[in-house]
Every structure is written in C-alpha cells, then in structure tokens.
C-alpha cells in the first residue's frame, strides 16, 4: 500500500506507505551504497541513487478503496532519492573536504532543478538524517530528497509567514531575522562572507543550529560559485562544531528550506537549513514527547544565549583540529 491520506484535522495529507515494512535488513558485512556492491559506481565522489523502497512515485498505484465523504486518498506521487555523500563507509561530512562537499551541493542543486520540472511536483525538500538517535540504521553516509506533490503542512505555514511578513512590511522576514541576530550577537555561532550560523531566538532544540544565506535567494539555483562553496564550507564547520561539542559523531536531522516549486510567484522566501539535534547533553536525548508531539509546543530547557556560547567553543575547538 502507498497513498495519501487526508486529516482533515489540521487539514495535512500524510505518507502512509505500508510497502516500507518490508525493507530487508542488511548484512552487517554488505553495504548497497559502497563500492563494488554492485548496486553503486565502482568510482565516485558523490551519487545519486534512487530509493529502493520509496514512500512517493511518478508511477504510484491506484490508493485502496478506502475513501469516504470526509476521509479523502489521492495517489502517493512524488519522488524520493538518495544521495551518497562519499564512497567511504564510515566518513561523515565534517570529515570531508570543502571542495568535496562542494560536489555534493552542485549534485544537490542538479537534483533540485531536475525534480522541479515535473510539474505534479510542488516542494523539493532536501535533508540528511544522521546517527542512531534518529532511527538511522545505514551508517554510510547519504542523506534524502523528496519531491512531494503537495506543501507539507509545516513548510506550508513557514510559507505563509514569508508571505504575510512581505505584505506587512515590505521586507524578508528571515531578513529582518538576520538583522535582529546580528545586533543581538549574542546567538550566532559564526559566519563566512556568505552565511551565517546561529541559534535563533526561538530555538526549539538546545543545540538547533540555523544556516541562513545573507544574501536574500531562494534556492541553490540561485547561489554564485562562490556561495556554493561557502555553502559547502559552513555545512563543514556547521556539523563539525556539533560534534566536537562532546567528541562524538553528533545525531541530527538537518533540513533544507527552499521556496516551493510549480506553485506561482515565491520570491519571498528565503533559503535556510536547519539542524535539529535530538541531544540535551552528551548523554541526555531530548525528546519530543506530548507537548511538542501532540501540541506542537516545543520546550527548550535551555537558554539559546548559553548554548551559543558553548557552540562557539565548539567551533573554535573544531577549527583548531582542523589545523
């Protein structure tokens, strides 16, 4: 079973792709994703490989026939790809080099401007899952892009508040953001010519880290040479900060955030990542539990002001390494 299902409760349609139960488990000594598994090149830098068991197709099955008056189903189109960071099993993105990660933006931005030319596709949404905190079982470093055929209902409100803000005011709301960070200064972690790395005011996690262009773009496409390999710098320094925080190889899920495609005039938004690292502390998971689940009203237990600071000494601490 793959189709959409409609909540008319907050008004989302949600995934429901049973078919994903019945993903095998992989030797403990067999990677689909490495080299000479027949599965991927026998050389590569960064790949694209199309999801084996995926939760969205441009050819999905006709939905079951579930539907009611209230209770719609509508195919589940889409697309959703894998994208291999390194054919190294073990290396994480922080380990690779800057002109290496800026491969991986170029097949990024590659991916993003094949995937909107179908029409049926309305967001490209681009993000990597890391460590086991996270439910990750494949430790070989890729992460996800799905192409949907609806706005998910949280982009879809983000959406709206770019929208209303540039009516309100006239300007970009992310930044009027940046310009309230930045006198604050407080919160943000660092920056290069071309981003900047903060913990927003609002941070809904300890440790969840914004990555903002400064310029006002709305995609990759849109990005000069020089800001992809600014971008591919700061994601470097962006995770490698967050694991030398405690040393270890940091879980996170990090999400990116570009303007929606084949739906009309978008300009303002305003492209972003977010980190979302599931940790409190080395050894304490915050978890979303019924406040943040059934309410959707985070609690962070901490001060973004502290943890900045403490970020910031990751990143010094980070770049220290480096040398």
């Given at each position: 079973m793959a189709e959409l299902r409609w909540n008319p409760l907050i008004k989302d349609w949600v995934m429901i792709a049973s078919h994903r139960q019945n993903r095998p488990q992989m030797?403990?000594?067999?990677?689909?994703?490495?080299?000479?598994?027949?599965?991927?090149?026998?050389?590569?830098?960064?790949?694209?490989?199309?999801?084996?068991?995926?939760?969205?197709?441009?050819?999905?099955?006709?939905?079951?026939?579930?539907?009611?008056?209230?209770?719609?189903?509508?195919?589940?189109?889409?697309?959703?790809?894998?994208?291999l960071y390194s054919p190294e099993h073990?290396?994480?993105?922080?380990?690779?080099?800057?002109?290496?990660?800026?491969?991986?933006?170029?097949?990024?931005?590659?991916?993003?401007?094949?995937?909107?030319?179908d029409e049926n596709i309305k967001y490209v949404?681009?993000?990597?899952?890391?460590?086991?905190?996270?439910?990750?079982?494949?430790?070989?470093?890729?992460g996800?892009?799905?192409?949907?055929?609806?706005?998910?209902?949280?982009i879809e409100l983000e959406i709206d508040s770019f929208r209303e803000h540039k009516e309100e005011t006239g300007r970009c709301l992310m930044c009027d953001m940046l310009k309230d960070e930045q006198k604050a200064g407080s919160r943000i972690i660092f920056e290069n010519d071309d981003f900047i790395?903060?913990?927003?005011?609002?941070?809904?996690?300890?440790?969840?880290?914004?990555?903002?262009?400064?310029?006002?773009?709305?995609?990759?496409?849109?990005?000069?040479?020089?800001?992809?390999?600014?971008?591919?710098?700061v994601l470097k320094e962006a995770a490698g900060t967050l694991d030398s925080l405690f040393d270890y190889t940091f879980p996170y899920m990090m999400c990116m955030y570009q303007?929606?495609?084949?739906?009309?005039?978008?300009?303002?938004?305003?492209?972003?990542?977010?980190?979302?690292?599931?940790?409190?502390?080395?050894?304490?998971i915050k978890f979303n539990a019924s406040s943040e689940t059934g309410a959707w009203a985070h609690c962070n237990p901490t001060a973004p002001e502290e943890k900045a600071e403490e970020l910031r000494a990751a990143h010094e601490k980070f770049l220290k390494n480096m040398k």
């Open positions: 030797p403990k000594d067999w990677c689909p994703f490495c080299p000479g598994s027949g599965q991927v090149p026998d050389q590569f830098t960064v790949y694209k490989y199309d999801n084996d068991f995926p939760a969205l197709s441009q050819t999905p099955p006709t939905p079951d026939d579930v539907e009611t008056e209230l209770y719609k189903t509508k195919p589940a189109y889409g697309k959703c790809e894998v994208i073990t290396v994480t993105l922080p380990e690779l080099s800057t002109p290496h990660i800026r491969e991986l933006v170029d097949l990024w931005t590659e991916r993003f401007e094949d995937i909107q030319k949404f681009i993000f990597e899952n890391r460590g086991a905190a996270v439910g990750v079982t494949m430790p070989h470093p890729h996800q892009i799905y192409g949907y055929s609806v706005i998910p209902k949280k790395v903060f913990l927003p005011f609002f941070c809904e996690y300890p440790y969840g880290i914004y990555v903002s262009a400064k310029r006002h773009i709305q995609n990759l496409s849109q990005m000069t040479d020089r800001e992809k390999t600014n971008l591919a710098q303007n929606p495609v084949n739906s009309g005039d978008t300009d303002y938004h305003h492209f972003h990542i977010a980190f979302y690292p599931p940790m409190r502390s080395a050894d304490k």
